[in-house]
T-cell receptor, first 109, second 112 residues
Framework: TQLLEQSPQFLSIQEGENLTVYCNSS?????LQWYRQEPGEGPVLLVTVVTGGEVKKLKRLTFQFGDARKDSSLHITAAQPGDTGLYLCAGANTDKLIFGTGTRLQVFP | NAGVTQTPKFQVLKTGQSMTLQCAQDMNHNSMYWYRQDPGMGLRLIYY???????DKGEVPNGYNVSRLNKREFSLRLESAAPSQTSVYFC???????????FGQGTRLTVV
């Protein structure tokens, strides 16, 4: 059974702070995705990483895929209230797509 | 663009009743998925279909059945609903591995 654990589970910070969310597994994945979910909506893709050690930047968000392709991190610089939401990592091998346990981020003005 | 359409949006069932959740996508995607999401939690995979005519179990398949009716449609059936199946159900589709998964708006199911 594949299991993707995210930490922390909850994060409540002030606008302007930096934060890192971690996604860990004992399994190797061919790719790792990060999604963000707003209340009442389905998740929306932020990024896909496919190569061990890969780093991708999306404005203030930096995503890294571990060298062994078992873990990933999401770093947000200078968080804004608009970053508030549920962040989900998702790992894939073949066509099976497994989601992590989720990190709920609240950014206060 | 409709994308992924789920019906119904809300449903209340009594314990032991059956129902089918419908999902259709208009993006010609090969793979389709059913997930459940409990309050404040991530998504757990129930079943998925890599292509028309194939279905596979996910992490939590017990109590559910699925049908990939054609390339567009993937339905989820609860034969005998239980309170533990109270959840929000999401259908998703994507073209192939490593591509973006697109989600429906979800079905909020309550079993009393």
């Amino acid at each position: 059974t594949q299991l993707l654990e995210q930490s922390p589970q909850f994060l409540s910070i002030q606008e302007g702070e930096n934060l890192t969310v971690y996604c860990n597994s004992s399994s190797v994945f061919s790719s790792l995705q990060w999604y963000r979910q707003e209340p009442g909506e389905g998740p929306v893709l932020l990024v896909t990483v496919v190569t061990g050690g890969e780093v991708k930047k999306l404005k203030r968000l930096t995503f890294q895929f571990g060298d062994a392709r078992k873990d990933s991190s999401l770093h947000i610089t200078a968080a804004q209230p608009g970053d508030t939401g549920l962040y989900l990592c998702a790992g894939a091998n073949t066509d099976k797509l497994i989601f992590g346990t989720g990190t709920r981020l609240q950014v206060f003005p | 663009n409709a994308g992924v359409t789920q019906t119904p949006k809300f449903q209340v069932l009594k314990t032991g009743q059956s129902m089918t959740l419908q999902c259709a996508q208009d993006m010609n995607h090969n793979s389709m998925y059913w997930y459940r999401q409990d309050p404040g939690m991530g998504l757990r995979l129930i079943y998925y279909s890599a292509s028309e005519g194939t279905t596979d179990k996910g992490e939590v398949p017990n109590g559910y059945n699925v049908s990939r009716l054609n390339k567009r449609e993937f339905s989820l059936r609860l034969e005998s609903a239980a309170p533990s199946q109270t959840s929000v159900y999401f259908c998703a589709s994507r073209q192939q591995m490593n591509t973006e998964a697109f989600f429906g708006q979800g079905t909020r199911l309550t079993v009393v």
